[in-house]
């Protein structure tokens, strides 16, 4: 349980490193959901590039069994942000990619 309290910090940690940077892409706001509870953190945007709106999820994490699973990165790849921090290759799974691809990531498969 140590463990996952610990991977849920450094979640919140490598995110808000992030949110930090202003957008680029127009007017955006870039905001963290976090459910603590069900282990689901969401880092959304949501603004305007010249005329279209944009809702979008950035990056999405759940932790599930004890791994942390990328669900979505929009970003350069913020597996790497996460091990900087101490989370073990193992305890990843790119959930993004499909399992046949997993093996082959470097990361773990489930």
Same mark, same amino acid.
């Given at each position: ?10 979640? !919140?940690?490598?995110? =808000?490193? *992030? ?9 955006? %706001?870039?905001?963290? $959901?976090? +459910? ?5 953190? !969401?880092?959304?945007? =949501?603004? *305007? ?9 950035? %990056?999405?994490?759940? $932790?599930? +069994? ?45």
């Amino acid at each position: 349980m140590e463990r996952i309290e610990k991977y849920r910090d450094i979640i !919140l940690r490598v995110l =808000r490193e *992030y949110i930090q940077v202003p957008s680029p892409y127009g007017d955006m %706001v870039d905001e963290l $959901i976090v +459910d603590r509870e069900a282990d689901r953190y !969401l880092w959304m945007a =949501r603004g *305007y590039q010249k005329h279209k709106r944009i809702h979008a999820c950035v %990056v999405r994490i759940d $932790i599930i +069994d004890g791994k942390l699973w990328i669900q979505q990165d929009n970003t350069e790849g913020i597996a790497p942000e996460l091990e900087r921090y101490g989370v073990a290759k193992e305890h990843i799974v790119l959930g993004f990619r499909p399992p046949d691809i997993r093996p082959y990531t470097g990361y773990a498969v489930e």
